[in-house]
């Protein structure tokens, strides 16, 4: 009986440094990026230009424009990648002259933080995806700067 409330304890200790050391990496974000195109986050349009994305809660962003008032809150999921990249960037999905966050990497984290697609994005893929092939669909990466 003390052998398994031991492996119980273990377990649960392992789980909330995981959690913790998670939590950390994440509390970090602070980014600036220069996007060249008007883009969505969620259901909102905003216009070209530079913004600063930032760590909220856990499992929450903003997004800011840095010369307006133009801001976004978004959750987030925790997404993963085989490599750990280099510098730190924001990633949109395309879709013709439409564009979407998708997801934002640290640098040197392979740990990232994925949004889920919206409504809008969902039937604008359906709608390619019936109307012509998958390859019209673009994942664009733009580096971010500290």
Request: proline share 3%; net charge positive; aromatic share 8%.
């Amino acid at each position: 009986m003390k052998r398994q409330a031991l492996m119980i304890l273990a377990t649960l200790s392992l789980f909330v440094m995981l959690t913790a050391t998670s939590v950390h990496a994440q509390s970090d974000i602070h980014l600036k990026v220069n996007i060249p195109f008007e883009f969505s986050v969620r259901e909102k349009t905003f216009p070209a230009g530079e913004y600063t994305v930032r760590y909220v809660t856990q499992g929450v962003l903003s997004i800011q424009s840095v010369d307006s008032n133009a801001v976004q809150t978004f959750m987030t999921l925790s997404a993963r990648t085989n490599t750990k990249p280099d510098k730190s960037s924001v990633v949109f999905n395309r879709y013709g002259d439409q564009y979407f966050l998708s997801t934002i990497w640290r640098a040197g984290d392979n740990t990232g933080l994925a949004l889920r697609r919206p409504h809008a994005e969902e039937l604008i893929r359906a709608k390619r995806l019936l109307a012509t092939s998958a390859s019209e669909h673009q994942t664009v990466s733009i580096v971010a700067h500290r």
